[in-house]
């Protein structure tokens, strides 16, 4: 046997692909996250500021625009970017992992039209799955964020160590249980409503299915119901993960407990505290990640598999 015929029988990246294309979309998935990440940070770093908001030692802001000036007052620009390499480890195992459960329900039960509720089911599983994964990179990023004069934290891997330290392996999973319910929520919301919207847009609309606009209107109705569906479990999260154990105190001891507590001291109207700023980032992060991933799709896709 010569070498040439030895060396064509070695399979290829290309070859692993072709053979299974859907890990692809899964790894297109998560750079699509990282890419919108990147791109409206700031917003969630607001956000997460907001929500705390005199909670748990940290400041008490008047309203958004007072946010914004104490923080540049207090970090400067770079304040905003507090917790990205967190955000950024996050994306790239949740979302890889969500996007990649997601396309494997859907090319295996979505043959037909399927209802939204059977969308929204794939969308929920999907995030509790990948939120399996990247639950740490949710403590490390809300941590790195609300530790504003980087007093605690001297990055991602001292905030890794340090949350070992303190509170195990465990440490790494606080909140899990009410981070899989927002997961749920969310994924369930945007994943659902986008394919949704971009259903309607196509077969009623005749908008064509690659087109700019069709993923730009379908994105921005995917942000809106995520928005409005998980704002109150993610301000559960985000108070119930920050705590960080004091000789055994802590201000909760469960996300249930947290949730209850906002809800008695605080009024409904708590869970939506930092609305706006979550609204500007979660909807414009749609519409960067939708349109990213279907442009990653359309030029990796073609080169890779053939269908």
Avoid at 126 to 146: E, Q, S, Y
Wanted: with cysteine.
């Amino acid at each position: 046997m010569s070498s040439t015929q030895v060396q064509q029988k070695i399979p290829t990246i290309q070859d692993y692909i072709q053979a299974s294309p859907l890990p692809l979309l899964g790894f297109l998935g998560g750079l699509a996250a990282s890419t919108a990440e990147t791109l409206t940070f700031a917003f969630d770093n607001i956000k997460t500021r907001m929500q705390m908001n005199g909670k748990q030692g940290m400041p008490t802001y008047t309203g958004f625009g007072d946010c914004i000036k104490k923080t540049l007052n207090t970090s400067g620009f770079r304040g905003f970017y507090k917790g990205l390499s967190a955000a950024l480890f996050r994306q790239i195992t949740y979302s890889s992992v969500r996007m990649w459960v997601y396309e494997n329900i859907k090319r295996a039960y979505f043959q037909s039209d399927p209802s939204f509720l059977t969308k929204l089911a794939a969308g929920g599983f999907a995030g509790a799955v990948g939120c399996l994964v990247g639950t740490p990179g949710d403590v490390f990023k809300i941590r790195l964020i609300n530790d504003m004069q980087g007093l605690k934290y001297k990055g991602l891997i001292d905030c890794a160590q340090k949350t070992f330290q303190a509170d195990g392996y465990m440490g790494f999973l606080k909140g899990l249980n009410v981070n899989i319910a927002r997961a749920i929520v969310v994924n369930a919301a945007e994943l659902a409503s986008y394919d949704q919207a971009k259903g309607f847009l196509v077969n009623q609309c005749q908008l064509r299915s690659d087109s700019l606009w069709t993923h730009f209107l379908g994105s921005t109705a995917a942000g809106f119901m995520g928005a409005v569906c998980s704002s109150p479990v993610d301000v559960i999260k985000t108070r119930f993960m920050n705590q960080v154990s004091t000789e055994g105190a802590l201000a909760y001891k469960s996300a249930t407990e947290c949730g209850l507590k906002v809800l008695k001291t605080e009024g409904f109207g708590a869970f939506y505290k930092g609305f706006l700023s979550y609204f500007l980032r979660i909807g414009p992060w749609n519409v960067f990640f939708f349109m990213a991933y279907e442009q990653y799709k359309a030029f990796a896709l073609p080169r890779l598999v053939k269908f």
